[in-house]
């Protein structure tokens, strides 16, 4: 597989091993699954004790959500879906990796929670799940992994109900195209630029030895996201962007509480984060 620079996209042979992005990106998943499940970041023990993943600001600007359907794309091992959980919704996670759903349907049934875990990929999410939800929710490293955001903005509009709605809470596209451990670009900011990457480790240490390191991202800017939803029939009711981050993406970032992450306030400060709410029009 290689990278036009010219015509700026992903060439590649599917071979006897599936070298796709898709799949190479996926085994990245499969391999951090576990990884996860044992790492100060995500911390479990203290999820099992009660802590919740979602951030105030999520709670406030998504509001009540008991008894509504709740499904969170990209789930992951599922702890934010399971956080919604405890807030009283029913809840659906959609992930691709295999280690990862299993994790989140064995936490769940360890904790005695209420929640369906399904493994598909984003695309094959409307087809799969067969039906709508009050609530859709995705976000925190989540819109990176994948090619298209029209698409996914089409998949949201398929799998929201009518007067239902997106909350999405992200990490900032400029982070993105960020690529290094510096904060500076390297990468264009501009829709569908890619960012390859072959380092060992893992966002939860940096040091750990890791067999599958190669993974594909895709840059999608703000206005990118914001059109892909006008088109895909939602209305954007809000876009907050933040001078934070949630893990310590870049060397110079400093803790400002407990898992959240900024610039020293003498450094000029750029947007590291964003969350958006949009709604499905009824007719
Ligand atoms: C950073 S995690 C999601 C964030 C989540 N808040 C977390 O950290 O627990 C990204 C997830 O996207 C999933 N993923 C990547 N590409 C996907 C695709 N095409 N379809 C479904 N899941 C995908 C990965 O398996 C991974 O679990």
């Known amino acids: 597989m290689w990278y036009n620079a010219t015509s700026r996209s992903l060439i590649w042979d599917a071979g006897l091993v599936d070298d796709s992005p898709e799949e190479m990106n996926r085994r990245w998943w499969d391999e951090r ?23 105030p600001f999520e709670l406030e600007e998504l509001g009540e959500v008991a008894d509504l359907t709740l ?3 990209q789930c992951h ?7 919604w959980s ?21 936490v769940a049934a360890e904790l005695d929670l209420e929640a ?17 939800f009050d609530i859709v929710y995705s976000g925190r490293g989540a819109l990176c992994w994948l090619p298209s955001v029209q698409r996914w903005a089409e998949v949201v ?11 999405l809470a992200e990490f900032h596209p400029l982070t993105d195209a960020m690529a290094g451990d510096e904060p500076r670009f390297e990468v264009d900011y501009r829709e569908g630029s890619v960012v390859t990457d072959s380092s060992p480790g893992d966002y939860t240490d940096r040091d750990l030895e890791t067999v599958n390191n190669d993974t594909f991202e895709w840059v999608h800017p703000l206005g990118s996201v914001v059109t892909a939803l006008f088109q895909a029939g939602l209305v954007v009711e809000q876009l907050v962007e933040r001078e934070e981050t949630y893990f310590q993406r870049f060397p110079g970032l400093v803790a400002a509480s407990p898992g959240v992450w900024q610039f020293p306030s003498d450094r000029p400060q750029i947007p590291l984060s964003y969350s958006l709410r949009a709604s499905k029009p009824t007719r």
């Open 33 to 55: 699954a576990g990884i996860h499940a044992t790492s100060a970041l995500y911390d479990l023990p203290s999820f099992r004790a009660g802590r919740s993943t979602l951030l």
């Open 157 to 167: 509009g398929q799998l929201l109900r009518p007067g239902g709605r997106l909350y």
């Open 86 to 106: 405890r807030l009283g919704a029913a809840v659906t996670g959609l992930d691709f990796s295999p280690p990862a759903i299993a994790l989140a349907r064995q």
């Open 116 to 132: 369906e875990f399904v493994l598909a990929t984003v695309e094959e999410a409307p087809h799969v799940l067969g039906r709508q």
């Open 77 to 83: 091992i599922g702890l934010d879906t399971l956080s």
């Open 71 to 73: 499904l969170h794309l």
